[in-house]
């Protein structure tokens, strides 16, 4: 029975998640708030562990959660289930796309995903940095986490402002990142 609730809650994940691996980001929370299956805070992690492995974010999280919930069953059935709605609907889109591609209608649609999986990945990218950089469990003067805030901020100025770091590949920032938190307890 947990194999199928598995696969039908990323199945659903799959199905409306427009955007990418980000754009899963609300689902997993309710996932998260329904099921009992992990926390926010563990989420936090999953997205770090899904970040900086190989692979699409949004399969490598339903990996993650399928195994952490049910081992190895459990992972093949959540990633089946996000993965299922994609191949379904780009084998559709596919055949009929051809023919339907210069209608406005069609292109209308297009047109509209464009700002819904915008407003998805932001809303995922703001939940990520209050839960990367505030502690809301901590009194309001103490809620900030300075440490977190200022390895943000260097890895922002050395991806976007230093010239000899401005085109390392981002895997040099993740082990840094990585050697950081083992260095200095992040």
Known sequence: MIYLRLFFE??????FAVGGGLATMPFLYHISDSTGW????QLADMIAVSESTPGPMGVNMATYVGFTVAGVPG???????????SVLVVLLIARFL????????VDAVFYGLRPASCGLIAAAGLSVAA???LDLSAPIAEAI??????????ILVLTRWV?????????????????????FGL
Not at 38 to 41: E, G, L, S, Y
Not at 80 to 85: E, K, S, V, Y
């Open 163 to 183: 010239k000899p770091t401005k085109k390392l590949h981002p895997i040099v920032f993740i082990l840094l990142s990585a050697g950081a938190g083992i260095v």
């Open 75 to 85: 992972a093949l059935a959540a990633t089946l289930g996000l993965i299922t709605p």
């Open 145 to 154: 986490q300075w440490k977190y805030v200022a390895l943000a901020a260097v």
């Open 131 to 133: 839960l990367a950089l």
């Open 98 to 105: 051809t023919k339907f591609r210069t209608n406005p209608a």
């Open 38 to 41: 992990f926390t926010h805070a």
């Open 10 to 15: 990323f199945f659903r994940t799959g199905l």
